[in-house]
């Protein structure tokens, strides 16, 4: 069982690297959507402003 431990949990293997750039696209995409309906949100009227 000790012997074979590491190949449980994948020890001699390299994961592939992650492409993240579309993700922080995404995110940040999100971010200024979120900002800017706050905004609208807020001068109409409909959202109470943040404590």
Known sequence: M???AADV???AEAAEPVN?????A???Q???E???LERAL???G???VKP
């Open 42 to 44: 807020t001068k109409a």
């Open 30 to 32: 999100l971010a200024l």
């Open 34 to 36: 979120n900002d800017f």
């Open 2 to 4: 000790l012997e074979r």
């Open 9 to 11: 949990f994948g020890g």
């Open 46 to 48: 409909l959202l109470s």
């Open 26 to 28: 995404k995110i940040g």
């Open 20 to 24: 993240l750039d579309p993700l922080h």
